[in-house]
């Protein structure tokens, strides 16, 4: 059996680097003799733009660690998440198609991450967005089973959509075996097209262990975060100035504000020099968090790390988020802001510095069942899998 990992296995976005993670060790422990790898597939227009961002930037200092950081993130990838041996960067969809109907799978899972994002620009060549078509909402042609799972539509307005182009979503979703949806915004997407065969499952984070680092590269990277003697906080969030006047609070109050990724706002940026799995542990040194990340938001309820998180996107102002979503199902909203809604004088962060025992209990509660549904959904997608081999045998 060969089972296709289809996903945005982007070069530098760490959470999506470990959600492929998790997901490919939790199928690799359902059907341990099987093949289990990422298809190296990726939007070339969609490419050029994760690399063009990453090189062209005001902070010329800034380069140079962005580019140890695409190193370093395609290392793990070749070493933790097996990478397929063929690869492809086109944004024709035909030629997705053929290429991953060579390859020869059994069957693909879909997700997780935003892999049915469709933003405005997906018809202009020259936008650098992912065309749609494309082949992460599989389609009729392709030949293996489809399976999604945590797939999400984050931002995707089907308004906007060409005739052709809704019809072309409606027949492709309605031919996975199974689908797993990961936030209320691709589940009403879902419903708008007809479609109410799918179930909520949460992010591959939630389901499968992440190793620790190892002490020693611990001790060499993290001594300049490790020796501050203030609290430190964690920063994850774009440029905005409720962002900025947020940090400007915390700086005076003595705080020290440490990037994982790179931040101008930051006194320390981790970029190019840790790995998923050193990033997914920086969560745990944090006094206090703010971010606009779904998977540092995640990492955070991981260790029991206070947070805020701070949507500021606009596009949130008509389509609920990833995080808001997350959130709900923690029953913690109340740790959720829209920065474009409110001023940063509205905040007052003392109110967010500790995690009560009922929130911590909480967090805790959901983990088990996040785990338990999760892994449930996987377990049953491939036993009715293996189950249809069987008959067809």
């Not at 620009?121 to 020259?126: A, Q, S, V």
């Not at 504000?257 to 920086?282: H, K, Q, R, T």
């Not at 025992?357 to 996987?378: A, D, K, P, W, Y």
């Not at 293996?386 to 008959?391: G, I, L, M, N």
Request: glycine residues 4%.
């Amino acid at each position: 059996m060969k089972v296709g990992i289809l996903t945005l296995h982007n070069n530098r976005n760490k959470g999506a680097l470990l959600q492929n993670y998790c997901l490919i060790q939790s199928v690799q422990e359902l059907l341990p003799e099987a093949t289990v790898e990422t298809v190296d597939y990726r939007c070339l227009r969609h490419d050029i733009k994760r690399y063009k961002n990453a090189v062209l930037t005001k902070q010329l200092s800034a380069v140079l660690p962005r580019i140890h950081d695409f190193r370093q993130s395609k290392r793990f990838l070749q070493k933790h998440c097996n990478l397929s041996s063929n690869s492809l960067r086109s944004d024709s969809y035909k030629k997705a198609v053929s290429f991953v109907n060579t390859q020869d799978y059994d069957y693909i899972l879909f997700g997780s991450d935003t892999v049915w994002k469709v933003t405005k620009g997906y018809n202009d060549r020259f936008a650098l967005q992912r065309p749609f078509p494309n082949v992460y909402f599989g389609g009729t042609q392709l030949s293996a089973t489809k399976i999604a799972y945590a797939a999400s539509a984050n931002q995707t307005d089907i308004n906007r959509f060409s005739e052709s182009d809704l019809q072309f979503l409606q027949e492709s979703i309605r031919d996975f075996s199974k689908i797993g949806v990961r936030d209320i915004h691709t589940e009403n997407l879902l419903q708008k097209i007809g479609v109410d065969t799918y179930e909520r499952v949460p992010d591959p984070t939630f389901i499968y262990d992440i190793p620790s680092p190892s002490a020693e590269s611990l001790s060499k990277k993290y001594r300049t975060v490790s020796n501050l003697k203030e609290p430190i906080v964690g920063l994850n969030a774009p440029k905005s100035r409720i962002i900025l006047q947020l940090v400007d609070q915390l700086r005076e109050l003595g705080y020290r504000i440490v990037s994982p990724n790179s931040s101008p706002y930051a006194d320390v940026n981790c970029v190019g020099n840790i790995s998923p799995f050193e990033y997914y542990w920086l969560h745990n040194e944090f006094d206090f968090m703010i971010t606009n990340s779904l998977h540092s938001t995640i990492f955070c309820l991981h260790h029991e790390t206070p947070f805020i998180t701070i949507d500021v996107n606009e596009t949130y102002k008509q389509l609920a988020s990833k995080t808001r979503s997350l959130l709900a199902e923690f029953e913690l909203l109340e740790r959720h802001k829209d920065g474009f809604d409110t001023d940063a004088e509205e905040i007052n962060l003392e109110e967010y510095y500790e995690l009560e025992s009922s929130e911590c209990e909480q967090i805790r509660n959901v983990m088990e069942e996040h785990r338990i549904v999760g892994r449930t959904f996987l377990r049953e997608a491939l036993d009715n899998v293996e189950k249809y081999d069987q008959e067809e045998y």
